[in-house]
């Protein structure tokens, strides 16, 4: 899937999962997410609406805070998941 498809696809969630206290087209793509209101309880809410929307399961090696510190991190968890 092309870069831009999947970052759309990650900014979606985000907006729906992550209660961010500011908007998610707002952020960079490097920014950070927690410094921008995800807490703890909406990252695990965030990663289980990315396992479903991609279809796949993030192995335990990646369920940890940098994974999903930004949309570029969580790109590249979904790649290393995608093909793990």
Known sequence: MEQLA??????SVLDQHARLAVGID???SNA???SAGM???SSVNVML????EFDL???EHLL???TFASVESIRRG???ADHG
Do not use: G, H
Not at 49 to 52: H, I, V, W, Y
């Open 49 to 52: 609406a990315l396992e479903e």
């Open 26 to 28: 707002d952020l960079d």
């Open 57 to 59: 399961e993030f192995p």
């Open 39 to 41: 807490t703890s309880l």
């Open 32 to 34: 950070d997410l927690y």
């Open 64 to 66: 940890n805070r940098s």
């Open 6 to 11: 999947v970052d759309q696809k990650i900014r």
């Open 78 to 80: 979904i790649q290393d």
